[in-house]
Protein backbone atom coordinates (compact mmCIF):
# COMPACT_ATOMS: atom_id res chain seq x y z
CA UNK A 1 0.00 0.00 0.00
CA UNK A 2 2.67 2.38 0.99
CA UNK A 3 4.67 1.58 -2.11
CA UNK A 4 1.49 2.30 -4.42
CA UNK A 5 0.97 6.00 -2.65
CA UNK A 6 4.42 6.52 -3.36
CA UNK A 7 4.49 5.23 -7.37
CA UNK A 8 0.78 7.47 -7.09
CA UNK A 9 2.70 10.68 -5.90
CA UNK A 10 5.26 10.22 -8.16
CA UNK A 11 2.79 10.21 -11.08
CA UNK A 12 1.28 13.38 -9.15
CA UNK A 13 4.17 15.59 -8.89
CA UNK A 14 5.48 14.55 -13.00
CA UNK A 15 1.99 15.40 -14.36
CA UNK A 16 1.86 18.63 -12.00
CA UNK A 17 4.96 19.84 -13.85
CA UNK A 18 3.55 18.52 -16.87
CA UNK A 19 0.81 21.33 -16.49
CA UNK A 20 3.35 24.09 -15.22
CA UNK A 21 5.75 23.40 -18.19
CA UNK A 22 2.97 23.88 -20.59
CA UNK A 23 1.66 27.12 -18.58
CA UNK A 24 4.86 29.18 -20.68
CA UNK A 25 2.65 29.16 -23.65
CA UNK A 26 -0.34 30.53 -22.07
CA UNK A 27 1.42 32.97 -19.91
CA UNK A 28 3.57 34.35 -23.26
CA UNK A 29 -0.21 34.59 -24.59
CA UNK A 30 -1.60 36.65 -21.83
CA UNK A 31 1.46 38.68 -21.46
CA UNK A 32 0.47 40.17 -25.16
CA UNK A 33 -2.05 41.82 -24.02
CA UNK A 34 -2.10 42.39 -20.52
CA UNK A 35 0.16 43.62 -17.58
CA UNK A 36 1.71 40.91 -15.39
CA UNK A 37 -0.06 41.95 -12.13
CA UNK A 38 -3.28 41.73 -13.69
CA UNK A 39 -2.68 38.21 -15.26
CA UNK A 40 -1.45 37.09 -11.42
CA UNK A 41 -4.91 39.28 -9.69
CA UNK A 42 -7.24 37.42 -12.29
CA UNK A 43 -5.62 34.07 -12.53
CA UNK A 44 -5.62 34.08 -8.66
CA UNK A 45 -9.06 35.37 -8.13
CA UNK A 46 -10.49 33.16 -10.91
CA UNK A 47 -8.60 29.90 -9.11
CA UNK A 48 -9.76 31.08 -5.61
CA UNK A 49 -13.04 31.28 -6.80
CA UNK A 50 -13.17 27.97 -8.45
CA UNK A 51 -11.50 26.24 -5.13
CA UNK A 52 -14.87 27.69 -3.21
CA UNK A 53 -17.17 26.15 -5.56
CA UNK A 54 -15.71 22.81 -5.02
CA UNK A 55 -15.79 23.17 -1.44
CA UNK A 56 -19.51 25.08 -1.56
CA UNK A 57 -20.31 21.43 -4.00
CA UNK A 58 -19.13 19.46 -1.39
CA UNK A 59 -16.04 17.93 -3.45
CA UNK A 60 -13.29 18.51 -0.78
CA UNK A 61 -14.17 19.31 2.78
CA UNK A 62 -12.31 22.02 4.68
CA UNK A 63 -11.46 21.97 8.32
CA UNK A 64 -11.56 25.48 9.71
CA UNK A 65 -9.17 24.68 12.12
CA UNK A 66 -6.78 25.04 9.11
CA UNK A 67 -7.00 28.63 9.27
CA UNK A 68 -5.13 29.08 12.60
CA UNK A 69 -2.41 27.21 11.46
CA UNK A 70 0.28 30.01 10.90
CA UNK A 71 2.32 27.13 9.30
CA UNK A 72 0.11 27.24 6.62
CA UNK A 73 0.31 30.75 6.43
CA UNK A 74 3.87 30.93 5.86
CA UNK A 75 4.03 28.36 2.95
CA UNK A 76 1.11 30.11 1.06
CA UNK A 77 3.05 33.62 1.54
CA UNK A 78 6.55 31.72 0.06
CA UNK A 79 4.23 30.05 -3.20
CA UNK A 80 2.70 32.12 -4.48
CA UNK A 81 2.81 35.34 -3.60
CA UNK A 82 6.46 35.97 -2.93
CA UNK A 83 8.11 33.34 -5.34
CA UNK A 84 5.90 34.81 -8.29
CA UNK A 85 6.71 38.38 -7.36
CA UNK A 86 9.88 37.79 -6.87
CA UNK A 87 10.23 35.71 -9.98
CA UNK A 88 8.72 38.20 -12.33
CA UNK A 89 10.82 41.29 -11.14
CA UNK A 90 14.05 39.16 -11.18
CA UNK A 91 12.84 37.86 -14.63
CA UNK A 92 12.83 41.68 -15.74
CA UNK A 93 16.39 42.22 -14.76
CA UNK A 94 18.93 39.02 -15.57
CA UNK A 95 19.17 37.19 -19.02
CA UNK A 96 16.84 33.92 -19.68
CA UNK A 97 20.46 31.80 -19.68
CA UNK A 98 21.09 33.30 -16.30
CA UNK A 99 17.45 33.39 -15.07
CA UNK A 100 17.56 29.33 -16.07
CA UNK A 101 20.42 28.17 -14.09
CA UNK A 102 19.24 30.15 -10.70
CA UNK A 103 16.12 28.39 -11.15
CA UNK A 104 17.12 25.53 -11.79
CA UNK A 105 18.95 25.03 -7.88
CA UNK A 106 15.18 24.85 -6.24
CA UNK A 107 16.06 20.98 -5.94
CA UNK A 108 19.03 21.95 -3.98
CA UNK A 109 17.32 24.07 -1.91
CA UNK A 110 14.83 21.75 -1.14
CA UNK A 111 17.58 19.39 -0.42
CA UNK A 112 19.11 21.52 2.32
CA UNK A 113 16.13 22.48 3.74
CA UNK A 114 15.18 18.77 3.65
CA UNK A 115 18.09 17.65 5.49
CA UNK A 116 17.87 20.36 8.41
CA UNK A 117 14.02 20.64 9.25
CA UNK A 118 12.43 17.24 7.51
CA UNK A 119 15.55 15.30 8.91
CA UNK A 120 14.62 13.00 5.34
CA UNK A 121 18.64 13.37 4.20
CA UNK A 122 19.50 12.76 0.65
CA UNK A 123 21.43 9.70 -0.79
CA UNK A 124 24.93 10.56 -2.39
CA UNK A 125 23.49 9.34 -5.67
CA UNK A 126 20.33 12.20 -5.29
CA UNK A 127 22.60 14.67 -5.54
CA UNK A 128 24.87 13.19 -7.60
CA UNK A 129 21.93 13.16 -10.72
CA UNK A 130 20.36 16.51 -8.84
CA UNK A 131 23.61 18.05 -10.53
CA UNK A 132 23.36 15.87 -13.50
CA UNK A 133 19.56 17.92 -14.06
CA UNK A 134 20.64 20.80 -13.05
CA UNK A 135 23.87 20.78 -15.79
CA UNK A 136 20.94 19.57 -18.33
CA UNK A 137 18.68 22.91 -17.60
CA UNK A 138 21.53 25.39 -17.21
CA UNK A 139 22.89 24.06 -20.66
CA UNK A 140 19.65 24.33 -22.32
CA UNK A 141 19.29 28.43 -20.81
CA UNK A 142 22.49 29.37 -21.96
CA UNK A 143 21.48 27.71 -25.47
CA UNK A 144 18.81 30.05 -25.79
CA UNK A 145 20.69 33.07 -23.97
CA UNK A 146 18.70 36.63 -25.20
CA UNK A 147 22.05 38.15 -24.44
CA UNK A 148 19.95 40.59 -22.10
CA UNK A 149 22.25 42.28 -19.62
CA UNK A 150 22.27 40.76 -16.24
CA UNK A 151 21.20 42.99 -12.63
CA UNK A 152 22.65 42.07 -9.16
CA UNK A 153 19.52 43.25 -8.07
CA UNK A 154 17.48 40.57 -10.00
CA UNK A 155 20.35 37.53 -9.18
CA UNK A 156 19.12 38.23 -5.31
CA UNK A 157 15.28 38.16 -6.35
CA UNK A 158 15.61 35.03 -7.77
CA UNK A 159 17.54 34.05 -5.07
CA UNK A 160 15.10 34.61 -2.84
CA UNK A 161 12.30 33.06 -5.39
CA UNK A 162 14.44 30.15 -4.97
CA UNK A 163 14.85 30.06 -1.32
CA UNK A 164 10.69 30.74 -1.32
CA UNK A 165 9.94 27.66 -3.50
CA UNK A 166 12.25 26.10 -1.28
CA UNK A 167 10.30 26.77 1.53
CA UNK A 168 7.32 25.79 0.26
CA UNK A 169 8.17 22.07 -0.56
CA UNK A 170 9.14 21.89 3.07
CA UNK A 171 6.47 23.00 4.37
CA UNK A 172 3.75 20.94 2.43
CA UNK A 173 5.53 17.97 2.78
CA UNK A 174 5.48 18.71 7.00
CA UNK A 175 2.07 19.96 6.64
CA UNK A 176 0.84 16.75 4.82
CA UNK A 177 0.51 14.79 7.79
CA UNK A 178 -2.14 17.58 10.01
CA UNK A 179 -3.73 18.93 5.96
CA UNK A 180 -5.14 17.38 3.19
CA UNK A 181 -4.10 18.37 -0.17
CA UNK A 182 -7.14 20.92 -0.93
CA UNK A 183 -7.17 22.83 2.85
CA UNK A 184 -3.32 23.37 2.11
CA UNK A 185 -4.03 24.66 -1.85
CA UNK A 186 -7.00 26.41 -0.29
CA UNK A 187 -4.99 28.54 2.07
CA UNK A 188 -2.32 29.28 -0.63
CA UNK A 189 -4.67 30.54 -3.17
CA UNK A 190 -6.53 32.51 -0.42
CA UNK A 191 -3.27 33.91 0.06
CA UNK A 192 -2.41 34.58 -3.74
CA UNK A 193 -6.20 36.19 -4.11
CA UNK A 194 -5.56 38.89 -1.75
CA UNK A 195 -1.87 39.66 -2.15
CA UNK A 196 -2.26 39.70 -5.78
CA UNK A 197 -4.93 41.85 -6.49
CA UNK A 198 -3.82 44.14 -3.53
CA UNK A 199 -0.22 44.58 -4.92
CA UNK A 200 -1.92 45.33 -8.65
CA UNK A 201 -3.83 47.76 -7.13
CA UNK A 202 -1.21 49.79 -5.08
CA UNK A 203 1.35 49.25 -8.23
CA UNK A 204 -1.07 50.15 -10.87
CA UNK A 205 -3.45 52.68 -8.66
CA UNK A 206 -6.35 54.21 -11.25
CA UNK A 207 -5.38 51.78 -13.99
CA UNK A 208 -6.39 48.74 -11.98
CA UNK A 209 -9.93 48.53 -13.01
CA UNK A 210 -9.59 49.78 -16.55
CA UNK A 211 -6.82 47.41 -16.93
CA UNK A 212 -8.14 44.35 -15.93
CA UNK A 213 -11.55 45.27 -18.59
CA UNK A 214 -9.10 45.81 -20.90
CA UNK A 215 -8.08 42.13 -20.49
CA UNK A 216 -11.10 39.77 -19.84
CA UNK A 217 -12.61 41.32 -23.24
CA UNK A 218 -10.04 39.89 -24.69
CA UNK A 219 -10.75 36.48 -26.16
CA UNK A 220 -6.80 35.65 -26.17
CA UNK A 221 -6.73 36.50 -22.36
CA UNK A 222 -9.83 34.42 -21.22
CA UNK A 223 -8.42 31.25 -22.77
CA UNK A 224 -5.13 31.83 -21.60
CA UNK A 225 -6.21 32.83 -17.80
CA UNK A 226 -8.49 29.76 -17.97
CA UNK A 227 -5.45 28.00 -18.46
CA UNK A 228 -3.51 29.33 -15.76
CA UNK A 229 -5.89 29.49 -13.17
CA UNK A 230 -8.28 26.35 -13.54
CA UNK A 231 -5.04 23.67 -14.70
CA UNK A 232 -1.94 25.19 -14.14
CA UNK A 233 -2.92 26.56 -10.81
CA UNK A 234 -5.67 24.66 -9.17
CA UNK A 235 -5.13 20.82 -10.79
CA UNK A 236 -1.56 21.01 -10.75
CA UNK A 237 -1.24 22.34 -6.99
CA UNK A 238 -3.67 20.12 -5.88
CA UNK A 239 -1.91 17.18 -7.46
CA UNK A 240 1.51 18.83 -6.48
CA UNK A 241 0.34 18.88 -2.33
CA UNK A 242 -0.86 15.32 -2.99
CA UNK A 243 2.47 14.20 -3.76
CA UNK A 244 4.84 16.12 -0.84
CA UNK A 245 2.48 14.08 1.12
CA UNK A 246 3.15 10.54 -0.17
CA UNK A 247 6.95 11.27 -1.46
CA UNK A 248 9.58 12.93 0.20
CA UNK A 249 10.37 16.85 -0.73
CA UNK A 250 13.47 16.04 -2.56
CA UNK A 251 11.86 13.75 -4.29
CA UNK A 252 8.87 16.27 -5.45
CA UNK A 253 10.90 18.87 -5.97
CA UNK A 254 13.32 16.89 -8.27
CA UNK A 255 10.48 16.92 -10.77
CA UNK A 256 10.83 20.87 -11.55
CA UNK A 257 13.48 20.80 -13.88
CA UNK A 258 10.78 18.71 -16.19
CA UNK A 259 9.51 22.11 -16.66
CA UNK A 260 12.33 23.00 -18.56
CA UNK A 261 12.30 20.05 -20.81
CA UNK A 262 8.11 20.61 -21.40
CA UNK A 263 8.63 23.95 -22.01
CA UNK A 264 11.30 23.49 -25.16
CA UNK A 265 9.73 20.44 -26.32
CA UNK A 266 6.37 22.96 -26.56
CA UNK A 267 8.44 25.10 -27.71
CA UNK A 268 8.92 23.17 -30.80
CA UNK A 269 6.25 21.31 -31.47
CA UNK A 270 3.31 24.01 -31.06
CA UNK A 271 5.17 27.31 -31.31
CA UNK A 272 7.34 25.56 -34.10
CA UNK A 273 10.55 27.49 -32.58
CA UNK A 274 13.91 25.70 -34.11
CA UNK A 275 16.21 23.73 -31.51
CA UNK A 276 19.62 21.13 -32.50
CA UNK A 277 20.45 18.03 -31.94
CA UNK A 278 22.09 18.55 -28.53
CA UNK A 279 19.06 20.74 -27.24
CA UNK A 280 16.76 16.99 -27.21
CA UNK A 281 20.22 15.41 -25.74
CA UNK A 282 20.29 18.27 -22.81
CA UNK A 283 15.97 17.41 -22.16
CA UNK A 284 17.32 13.75 -21.92
CA UNK A 285 19.83 14.48 -19.45
CA UNK A 286 17.53 16.13 -17.36
CA UNK A 287 15.09 13.39 -17.80
CA UNK A 288 17.94 10.72 -16.90
CA UNK A 289 18.64 13.08 -13.92
CA UNK A 290 15.18 12.98 -12.50
CA UNK A 291 14.93 9.30 -12.96
CA UNK A 292 17.98 9.36 -10.42
CA UNK A 293 16.67 11.48 -8.31
CA UNK A 294 13.57 9.18 -7.81
CA UNK A 295 15.16 5.57 -8.24
CA UNK A 296 18.14 6.02 -5.51
CA UNK A 297 16.57 6.99 -2.40
CA UNK A 298 18.24 6.78 1.29
CA UNK A 299 17.38 3.56 2.52
CA UNK A 300 15.66 3.93 5.82
CA UNK A 301 17.71 2.54 9.04
CA UNK A 302 16.44 -0.46 10.29
Known sequence: MREQRRTLGIFCALFAN??????????????SVSHPLIILATRFTIAFLFLNILWGLKFFKINTKVFKNSTLWLMGLAQP??????????????????????????????????????????????????????????AISIISNNGQKNYALGIFLLIGAVICAGLFNILSRKQSTN???????????????????????????????????????????????????????????LLYNFATANITAVEASSFSNIITVV?????????????NIWGYVLCLLIIFGVWGVNTFIEKPKK
Do not use: C, D, H
Not at 113 to 128: I, N, R, Y
Not at 263 to 275: D, F, H, P, Q, R
Open 263 to 275: TVLAGVLILKESM
Open 81 to 138: FLYFILELYGLSLVSSALSGVVIALVPVAVMLLSTMVLKEKPSALQWFFTAISIIGVS
Open 18 to 31: IIFGFSFIFSKMAL
Open 179 to 237: SSPFERTYVMFLIGFIGFNLTAVITLKNQYFSLVLQSITNPKFIIAIIYLAIVSSVLAF
